[in-house]
């Protein structure tokens, strides 16, 4: 969800309402909303939390390390960076003085009560389709949360484009207020998923093509571009580009984990993988089912014809070298990968994408543990700009794949704009889960960590790792790995021993042999201390 500060004042359009016989079939298509008036009830109040996180507010509404939708998250936007507002209760700085009529002015019309029409950065060009129901549960929900008194810091937006009265221009042009319209000769499912991927969604926020316009048809419609520096890929059905080649139940499982089953390889990152984690991950099956229900339908596009690309899989192609030294060892000569461990790159439709974006991000700034697979070394920081170009283009057009060439100035772009733990470029991460924070602090592991010198990984692993699993936490695998690994990044980041090789690699090391130990425990059991013996010191 991407909200923006409004701009200039003025009137609104009317508001259009559905005729009678369209509210009777949404009233059929959502049996679950609560009746029309603000109870505030406990469903309620539990529908609009379900709805917020659909719309997944919290990725833009909670700053790095903020108070839950307290605001003051920046976006970075083609036209200035933007400071997010506060979603909270709050009288003074949030919504606190707000009334229902004011939130569904700023919701669904993009009409601020304080500063007038807001930016179309924020999604009301998709919100403006939610209900009136689902409007009032989101509303009650927002009234519930605890009131955090956070005052919004300024936007930085240059001129012109502070010069706010222009949207009056961009509202005339691209913005129809208007509720969501179910297709008569669609199934009840295939609405649904209308609803959600059109409205709450905004799913094209991020996959049309063109950014700027907002909810407009001459966008690119799912058929991807980039966002933020990411590539947001085709969710068309177009069969190479997009998720025509996955079965539904494939499209269904990487919505909820990031990744999908069979021969569908790779991992969702950047911006889609926080959406997973924050949002599609929490959202029923049968929503997510519709979702993809409704994509079907969506006609094929292809942002790029594979028959014109040029060919970069010879063997004496300039990435060929570049790829059997860095990455083969883990994605194999073939691309194919280790299964189970390491998404394969051959037949990777995010790989082979219009825009090579999001590959030259996960290079720079490697992948954490997810989703059961292994983590990622930022092995671009140990690469040159033309390195990193020339495998990119290497792994987009080889073992079948096919894909536009890197142009430009996008890899040196890509590493400046990488900012991740594992690239040593943005501070060392938080341990979320409150049971392992409190197991580390109980079994003393960023003490254990302190000083480790390489050799000793694997052994301190081994004996660290029994000692977690031990302890009653309830986390998964994945967790276990990157706690240990953002506990190794607060005591090692600034260790001089660990200057050669660079840190990416140190701490890219350890991450992998942390998931070693957690996912093939087996293999040390016969050489691990028990986990009574007291640690070792360096």
């Not at 177009?238 to 499982?253: F, K, L, N, S, Y």
């Not at 990968?337 to 439709?349: D, M, S």
């Amino acid at each position: 969800m991407q909200r923006t500060r409004a701009l200039s004042s003025g009137r609104l359009p009317p508001i259009r309402t559905a005729p009678i016989l369209g509210s009777l079939f949404l009233a059929s298509l959502f049996p679950a909303a609560p009746a029309l008036a603000q109870d505030g009830s406990a469903d309620q109040i539990a529908r609009g939390k379900y709805l917020v996180t659909m719309g997944d507010c919290a990725a833009c509404h909670t700053a790095p390390g903020g108070k839950y939708l307290a605001g003051n998250y920046a976006l970075n936007m083609p036209f200035g960076v933007i400071m997010t507002p506060n979603l909270t209760p709050d009288k003074e700085t949030g919504l606190g003085n707000w009334s229902y009529a004011d939130f569904d002015q700023a919701f669904r019309h993009g009409y601020s009560k304080n500063v007038g029409y807001l930016y179309p950065a924020f999604p009301f060009g998709w919100f403006t389709k939610v209900t009136d129901e689902d409007t009032q549960a989101i509303w009650a929900y927002l009234q519930s949360v605890p009131a955090v008194n956070e005052k919004r810091q300024e936007s930085q937006i240059p001129f012109p484009f502070s010069v706010r009265t222009a949207l009056v221009t961009w509202r005339t042009a691209f913005f129809t207020d208007e509720r969501f319209k179910p297709d008569p000769k669609a199934s009840a499912e295939v609405n649904r998923g209308a609803y959600l991927v059109e409205g709450l969604g905004h799913c094209a926020m991020c996959h049309n093509e063109n950014k700027l316009v907002g909810n407009s048809s001459f966008a690119g419609r799912f058929g991807g571009g980039v966002i933020d520096g990411w590539y947001a890929p085709n969710i068309t059905p177009d069969g190479h580009q997009g998720i025509g080649a996955w079965t539904d139940e494939q499209v269904v499982t990487y919505l909820k984990t990031g990744t999908a089953p069979g021969d569908r390889p790779g991992v969702a990152a950047g911006p889609m993988r926080q959406t997973i984690m924050e949002s599609l991950s929490k959202v029923k099956e049968e929503d997510l089912k519709a979702m993809v229900a409704y994509l079907r339908t969506v006609p094929a596009k292809q942002t790029y014809k594979p028959k014109d690309l040029t060919a970069f899989d010879t063997p004496d192609a300039p990435g060929a070298s570049t790829y059997l030294t860095y990455c083969s060892s883990c994605h194999q000569p073939d691309g194919k990968g280790i299964e189970g461990a390491v998404p394969a790159l051959a037949g990777n439709t995010s790989v082979q994408s219009d825009g090579p974006e999001t590959v030259l991000r996960v290079i720079y700034g490697g992948l954490a543990a997810q989703s059961g697979l292994a983590p990622m070394v930022a092995i671009g920081q140990q690469m040159t700009d033309v390195e990193v170009k020339n495998v990119t283009d290497y792994i987009r057009n080889s073992w079948g794949n096919r894909a536009p060439p890197v142009t430009g100035d996008k890899a040196s772009e890509a590493r400046a704009a990488t900012r991740t733990m594992l690239a040593g470029t943005a501070p060392c991460a938080e341990i979320e889960q409150d049971k392992l924070k409190a197991a580390f602090e109980k079994l003393g592991i960023q003490a254990s960590l302190t000083g480790l010198k390489q050799q000793d990984f694997v052994p301190t692993l081994a004996r660290l790792v029994q000692q977690v699993k031990a302890e009653p936490t309830g986390v998964t695998d994945d967790d276990i790995v990157n706690g240990l690994t953002t506990a190794f990044c607060k005591v090692g980041r600034d260790d001089p021993q660990y200057g050669k090789p660079s840190w990416p690699a140190v701490i890219g090391t350890f991450a992998n042999v942390a998931y070693s130990q957690v996912k093939h425990p087996e293999k040390q059991a016969a050489n691990v201390p028990s986990a009574t013996t007291p640690p070792a010191r360096n």
